[in-house]
Structures are given as C-alpha cells and as structure tokens.
C-alpha cells in the first residue's frame, strides 16, 4: 500500500500551517496514466459519483419518456447551491411528475445562496428538501422510479433505482464495489477505487466517440454538465468557475470530503482525487493544478487562482497567508 | 524528523473517510513525558497561546492597576462565541478604559451564538469587532498598552504591548521564538514547537506551587479560566464543556487550525497538539482521548463523548458516520 501524498498546503507568513496529504489519478480508459498517493485507495466518492446515479436515469429511457431538459439532466448530477434557479427548477420538474417537495427523501438543507439564506431567516422561513444540494439527484431518481414503477422509498439499497445505480457504478469504474456508505442526502453512496473513479471519469471522457447505448447516455450528461455549469453548483463555487474558465468542455464534479473528479472529453481523460483528510479548500486546489497541468485552464486566470493560490484572508481583510499546490502536482 | 501520527478518524458505514494525523506532547517542567508524531514540530500555536499572551497584563501589573476580575482575566484568555454575555463584558471593560470599539484591532466577525447571530441578521445588524472571538485578548492588549503609555497599533510587533507578549512567549516555552505569522485578529502569533508549547502549559499547571511574580500571574490566569468556563468559549463549544466536565480543575484552549492545549495543576501537566491539515473535529477528538488517557474526564460523560466519539448525522438526521480518536491515544 502507498502511503497518501502531498497534495496541498497552506502557508500562514513564513510558518506551514497545513498540510493536505491524498490520492489522485489521471486515467484514460485502459487505466492509470499518472498518479500520486495509492492509486488503489478504496473510499467513498460522495457527491463525485452523481454523474454516474444519473446514469440509469437516462440509459433506461426515463429520461426522453419524460421528456427531460439538458437543464435537467445537469441538475441531476448536481450538488447545486439552493439558489433561487434551483429551487425553483427542482420544484417544477417535480410538478411534471406530479410530486412535489415530501416525496424527496434527502433532507432539509440552509440554502448556501447567500442572498436567499439571509431573507429566509428575515422572514423566518424554513429550508426545505428543495434547498437540498442533492435535490436534483433526488428528483432524477423519483422520475426513474415512476419510469420503473418502483415505490416512493427510492433511497433503499434493495429499490430497483439503486439497484440501477449500483449496477453502471460497477460497469463504468469496472470493479465489484465493496460496499456503501449513507450520504448526507440518505442515498446510498458506493465504494470504490480512486483509479477507478478515475477511470470511470475516461469512460465519461471518451463516451461521445462510441455508439452504445450507455455511452451515448453518459455523453448526454456530461454534455449537460458543461452546457449548464450554474445549474451543477452555483455562482462563486469551484465547479462552475472551473468549468467556465476552461478553454475546452470539461466537466467537474466536487464531492464531500475533499473528493474531486474531472471529465476532459478533448484529451480522453478522466481525473480523480480524494484529500485523505477531507478538506474542500485543498481538493479543489489540487484539482486546479491537474487541471492547469493538463492545459485545460490557465493559472493565471482570476477563477482558476482563486482556488489554485488562494489568499487567506483574516477578520479585517488582511492577507494573512495562502493555498499552495504541492509541486508534483504541476510538474 | 519524525512523521505525523496519526491521532483521528471518521468512518461512513464501513469505510474509512477521513484521516487526521498530527503531532501531540503530554509534558512536565523538564519536558515530554509521552509523544505522538513530531514533539519537535515548529507550529504557529494560535488561540491556543492566549494564556501566554495575557500573561504580561497580569505580570506588569496592568490588571491590577486597572482592578480586572476574574471573570475579565478569563475574556483576556477567550476565544468566545460572541454571545450577549461576552458583547456586554468586552463593551463594559472597553468603557472602564475610557475606550470603545472603534479602539479594537480585531476585525468585526459574525457571533457565532445561533440566537444573536439570527436576531442580527434580522434585524439588519452588522457584526462588529466586540463579537470577534478576540475581543477579550484585545482589551487586555489596549489594557496592558494604556498602563504602559503606549501608543494605539497595539497589533503592531514593534509595539510594547506585543514586544512584552513575545518576551514571555519565550519565557514560558522556554525557546527563542523563530517568528510570527498574522492571526486571523491581526494580531502576531509566534511559533513554537509542539514540545516547548507543551512544556509551557506545564509551567502553568505547576505555577501555584511556586513564589515568583510570574508564576503567581501565570497561577491566576489559570484560575481565571477554570472559574469562568463559559467566558473563555461558550454554550456547547468544547473548551467550556471539557472544562466543566472535569474531575478536577483544569484549563483547555483550542487554536484555530487543529491546535489544542490542556493545563492539569493536579498532575502537574501540559498537552498541546496540532492537527497537521488543521482540522478542529479532529483536535477535539484527539485532546478528548487525552484528557481521559489521564483520568482528568470519564469517556461516558455525554460533554466528553460529543468530542470523543461524535456521530455523524446527515441532512435527515440519520447517523451515517463516527469520529473516533487513534486507539494509541487511549493506551
């Protein structure tokens, strides 16, 4: 077993603050191209898998039965802010599925808009589902349980919606997974490999070249994401800027715990990487130097910087330290 | 160098999420007693130096000039939550100084009691610099600088204030400091190791047996700050609850970024710790096993499980996960 590598740091004046040791893989369809850490670390890649539940959505027709939007299908792979588009997005593809709000299964969550968050509070408003980051992901699997006939407990392992689910999860990384964790939107979240996330990123990267069925589905949604970057997280947030700074389509997806995936359909590439500590700030620094390696976004770039060498600031709005990339990553 | 060890874990179900490693030292007077990890680390100890940063108002004696209480000498030790109680006793010692708000360099921060923090929001109100955690150290800062006849930039390294903090600083740790980093309150925070930190922890934990005027304001800081749990953090905040659920009297103080210390005047002893990615859950967890380790706290006590073994509740509220200290803490 490989031990983590260096992946990110932080710098306070002269002092090293923190240190962010992981895994990360660039992998093309037939396996690793490069890695740092061990490759072959097993974790759960929460959020950054939501391409891939969204899978079955489109491969078993729900998705043209019902006559779903590109928009659409962006939202269900996404772990969006609960802005207003959102909300209201959500709720209206719900209303086509005459459902609504109770049916989601994933949990209240504050909306990280901040605008919206400060006037429910005003206004002593509750969140709801809907506010959910997963509430896309969620309303996906409710139109591919009405598709299937399936029951409203669609979060349940045993549910032929996760059943679907399971099943493309271990056809596209490739590998038996050994099991699931419960994510904070209650949906079961697989295991897996950090090169086959990777690889299964390559497989996404290269679908638009081949004329199967599940490829053609995969290329669907990863045409999606990069068509609707606001729709997959928000204004501000590491997916959507990184997507829109890229000079190519690129497609990323950040997941809790310092997970971070990449879809590179002009190389063929897929990227993953899991910050062993779980830090967000260092997962989405270390994915801006892959990308920046990999020619797919600038580094000097204000929305590529801003995560890549972000200044930390203090209460008083002074530059007190900063975000670094380890060198290996760029090099 | 010895590497980080590691100190804590979260698990989701069955799998391993996320690992924190860091370095940790329990010390006497004369130096480390047990270690994990590097003893000899130079880190930049943060909050968790803000007993060592009072301790020249209390040795000049700037406080009891200025007739300080107790309970002030424990806001000067504080990182608090900026809650009504705090405000109120930050605002009323600025006003026993002919001084006010707009004399503190601290930055305004947003209090992080739930109901102010609402209520504020609501009611259209900025958060200003009596709710930075800070306050407190401020006020003792803009104390010690008034009964010096210092000048205003008390922030500044230059100024007496900070050159006296500095020169105590290396006191107590019983090292040349190699430098300072900017705290998130502006204020300089100077760097030490692991072990001197520790050992300078133990210096507090033995000052009531001793005669000097140092020791004897080293004593009553910690005094301060065993008395006033609730001044030096805040309702459910773990300084003010691991304090409280004690065996015996003890001081503990989190740092900002993973770093934590403990003072135990019964047994004589000093911990510090550092999380190397910086993540407070972990520093939590890890001086929580410590704590018990050396019978200072009962892991059954509900105040003590909430940091030693915290479960990880998702958007439902369901548990999906567990923080859990390294078993070598506990042995």
């Known amino acids: 077993m490989t031990?983590?590598?260096l992946l990110a740091q932080t710098f306070r004046g002269p002092f090293l603050e923190n240190a962010h040791l992981g895994h990360a893989v660039i992998s093309d369809t037939l396996g690793v191209v490069e890695a740092w850490g061990e490759a072959e670390a097993v974790v759960l890649p929460r959020s950054s898998s939501k391409m891939i539940q969204a899978l079955p959505l489109v491969a078993s027709g729900a998705a043209d039965r019902f006559g779903l939007?590109?928009?659409q299908l962006a939202l269900a792979c996404a772990s969006h802010e609960g802005a207003p588009e959102h909300v209201s997005a959500v709720a209206d593809w719900l209303s086509t599925l005459d459902l609504g709000e109770p049916d989601l299964i994933c949990g209240p969550q504050p909306s990280r808009d901040?605008?919206?968050?400060l006037q429910m509070i005003r206004d002593h408003e509750v969140p709801c589902r809907l506010h959910n980051n997963c509430s896309g992901k969620h309303t996906g699997f409710l139109t591919l349980g009405k598709f299937l006939g399936a029951g409203p407990d669609y979060v349940d392992p045993a549910h032929p919606v996760q059943k679907s689910c399971l099943d493309l999860f271990e056809t596209v990384t490739g590998l038996e997974s050994p099991g699931y964790g419960v994510d904070g939107c209650s949906a079961p979240n697989y295991a897996t490999t950090v090169a086959a996330m990777a690889r299964a990123m390559a497989w996404y990267a290269t679908a638009h070249t081949r004329d199967d069925s599940l490829s053609k589905a995969g290329a669907r949604l990863?045409?999606?994401?990069?068509?609707?970057?606001e729709?997959?997280?928000g204004r501000g947030r590491a997916c959507t800027l990184l997507m829109r700074a890229a000079n190519q389509p690129v497609a990323v997806k950040t997941g809790a715990d310092g997970y971070f995936v990449a879809i590179l359909p002009q190389q063929g590439l897929g990227v993953a990487l899991k910050i062993a500590d779980g830090t967000t700030r260092a997962a989405e620094c270390a994915m801006a130097a892959i990308l920046v390696k990999l020619g797919v976004v600038d580094a000097g770039h204000p929305d590529v910087r801003r995560f890549l060498n972000p200044d930390i600031l203090n209460w008083d709005g002074l530059v007190v330290g900063k975000v670094q990339p380890?060198?290996?990553?760029l090099s």
Chains 1, 2 share one sequence.
């Not at 380890?326 to 990553?329: H, M, T, V």
């Open 3 to 5: 031990a983590p590598a």
């Open 69 to 71: 939007t590109e928009k």
């Open 114 to 117: 901040t605008d919206l968050k």
């Open 222 to 229: 990863v045409q999606a994401m990069y068509a609707w970057p």
């Open 231 to 233: 729709m997959v997280a």
């Open 326 to 329: 380890a060198a290996s990553l």
